[in-house]
């Protein structure tokens, strides 16, 4: 019997521009010998055409097209009345295979519970990556608690009915566990975020050493980040840069406008996958500038591990769930948005930016976090 793994995905496999947890996994499924078919179940604002997706193009990508296309209305995506035709489509597809091949289900998001129940599945998994029902900001306004409540109850029909529970974080696990009965708690493990070490490790950790301190942050350029530290930071210490790769996410947050509009501040619009090792290259410190909110406390963000296999030291701010991975001269969490407090760290660790003993000890924890072995474990509990 092979196996036929379905994943369902918070957007197009090229909505940002950006690889997440949920890529990278579809990727390994993919390649395994024993796998059959890959299926990238994924709202789109739009009418799209199936394709096939992955570097390798054996991915097979179908959209659920959102009601409209304006964001308002994404919440028909935790509503199954609009899209249990479309998902019935799939499930007649694959009905054939029951019996003959394992079927898979994967949730990385808590929409579209609706298909857990359109089809006999071998497992059906949850990889939780996010606090979803959270507004990312921290802020919550009427639309967004409306927005939360639906949120909040298709992800509860999918973590009851999920046979297994992968958790990105101690605090995801701690939440899970609250919401399941005491006897069904042994089916929700934490595997944290790993790192495409071969891609990172490469890098050349002492090219910017004569250029001056440069802090970086790189990824998706969200509210969820302390532009107002940022700012801060920059004007305090005019010598050093700060450098932001990433798309634009903020829908024109005026705190984000104002710190571009510091000379000291360069950002650099959203880069290919393949093209971040070479600004990895650029910056002395990585800095992981969160706010404090419900939805911070849950992440673990990929970005740790990039730095570090890259041999960057890095700073992370509300990140509760990477504290245990402080060391002297790699990682630091702050528990405040205090910029002296900042300051102080990026000065703690500029003696020790460069230092190549540093920089290896780096590269050789990064390295336990490779992707391959985080997803290895995972296939085990299957």
């Known amino acids: 019997m092979k196996d036929i793994h379905v994943i369902v995905g918070a957007g197009t496999w090229q909505q940002d521009g950006l690889r997440y947890r949920r890529h990278r996994l579809a990727e390994f499924l993919a390649a395994q010998p024993n796998t059959k078919h890959v299926f990238w179940i994924c709202p789109s604002p739009e ?10 193009e054996t ?11 304006h964001k308002f209305f994404r919440f028909a995506r935790y509503l199954s009345v609009f899209h249990k035709r479309r998902l019935s489509e799939l499930a007649r597809l694959l009905k054939s295979h029951v019996g003959h091949d394992h079927l898979y289900l994967w949730y990385t998001f808590p929409g579209f ?8 599945w071998d497992r059906v998994i ?8 959270a507004p990312i900001s921290g802020r919550m306004s009427l639309a967004a608690k409306l927005r939360r409540r639906l949120i909040a109850h ?27 009965p005491a006897e069904k708690r042994s089916r929700i493990v934490t595997l944290e975020n790993g790192v495409d070490y071969s891609l990172f490790a490469g890098n050349d ?3 910017v050493q004569s250029t001056g301190t440069v802090l970086g942050y790189i990824g998706g350029i969200k509210p ?7 700012r801060e930071v920059a004007r305090k210490k005019p010598e050093w840069q700060i450098l932001l790769v990433g798309p634009n996410g903020t829908q024109g947050d005026p705190d984000y406008s104002r710190l571009l509009e510091e000379d000291n501040v360069r950002w650099i619009d959203a880069v290919p996958p393949e093209d971040v090792p070479r600004f990895m290259n650029q910056i002395s410190i990585g800095l992981m500038p969160y706010k404090a909110s419900p939805y911070n406390n849950a992440v673990f963000p990929l970005k740790l591990f990039e730095f570090l296999a890259s041999g960057k030291a890095a700073i992370g701010i509300h990140l509760p769930s990477t504290k245990k991975y402080e060391q002297e001269s790699a990682y630091l969490c702050l528990d405040s948005s205090d910029p002296e407090s900042l300051i102080q760290a990026c000065e703690h660790l500029e003696p020790v930016a460069f230092d190549s003993e ?14 391959p072995i985080i997803f290895k474990k995972m296939l085990s509990y299957l």
């Open 47 to 56: 009418r799209l055409t199936d394709r096939k997706v992955g570097e390798s």
């Open 59 to 69: 991915i097979e990508q179908w959209t659920i097209t959102d009601v409209l296309p």
């Open 113 to 120: 519970s609706k298909l857990a129940d359109l089809l006999t």
């Open 126 to 133: 949850y990889d939780r990556s996010d606090l979803w029902a």
């Open 154 to 180: 298709s992800e509860q029909k999918i973590v009851h009915r999920a046979d297994l529970i992968f958790c990105t974080s101690d605090y995801l696990h701690h939440v899970t566990d609250l919401e399941m």
């Open 205 to 207: 950790g002492f090219a």
């Open 224 to 230: 969820k980040l302390d532009f107002v530290l940022l």
């Open 358 to 371: 540093a920089i290896r000890a780096r590269k050789e924890f990064a390295k336990t976090k490779d992707w």
